[in-house]
């Protein structure tokens, strides 16, 4: 595949070279028992963002029927909305910064997958700007309870639509690349 064809906006799911042991330990069999407790934490972090994920862009949707009142998703979904943009940057830092580099000596072959989970990274940072920066038009126009409230929650609802494939498709591409990684090699230090 050419770079292009990489990118996380169009990629369809990673090619196997890049995802060398998935076949030894395919996602069926990730709840096995016997899994790195690495690999499980690394999954249950996962499965935190996606349910953050989900029940946002339902608060979100729920704020686009008719007659609905923008300040009623409000608290709810900007409490969820700070957690969420914090812990899924941090959780990225520690990959890149710490995580990554010891898979690249346990397992120098992993390099080009890890690179493109870097880059993941990038893409995945430019869009939690945007979900910040629409956060918090929301957020103050609904303190204002300005009429502009309704407004600003379609555009947070839009971005956080816009956004949801490009995180799903990194969170799964990565546990293909890391999950059967650390089964296979066993888990970088804490
Ligand atoms: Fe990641
Ligand atoms: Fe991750």
């Not at 690249?104 to 992993?110: K, S, T, Y």
């Not at 989970?117 to 939690?128: F, I, M, S, T």
């Not at 303190?143 to 799903?168: F, G, I, S, T």
């Not at 498709?169 to 990565?174: A, G, K, P």
Request: glycine share 6%.
């Amino acid at each position: 595949m050419s770079d292009d064809a990489l990118s996380l906006e169009t990629r369809p799911d990673l090619p196997d070279a890049l995802r060398p042991w998935l076949s030894q330990w395919p996602r069926e069999s990730w709840t096995r028992p016997d899994l790195h407790p690495t690999a499980q934490f690394w999954l249950k972090m996962h499965d935190g963002f996606r349910i953050q994920q989900a029940e946002m862009r339902r608060l979100g949707e729920a704020g686009r029927a008719a007659g609905a009142d923008p300040l009623a998703v409000h608290p709810r979904l900007i409490g969820l909305l700070g957690g969420f943009l914090q812990h899924l940057d941090h959780h990225h830092r520690i990959e890149s910064g710490h995580y990554f580099p010891q898979f690249r000596a346990l397992a120098p072959g992993i390099e080009a997958g890890l690179a493109l989970l870097d880059q993941d990274h990038d893409v995945v940072h430019a869009r939690l700007e945007q979900l910040h920066a629409a956060g918090l038009a929301f957020h103050q126009a609904a303190q204002a309870r300005a009429p502009a409230a309704r407004d600003a929650l379609l555009r947070l609802a839009d971005v956080l639509e816009a956004a949801a494939p490009l995180l799903d498709r990194h969170l799964d591409d990565e546990e293909e690349i890391v999950i059967p990684l650390i089964a296979v090699r066993g888990g970088p230090a804490a």
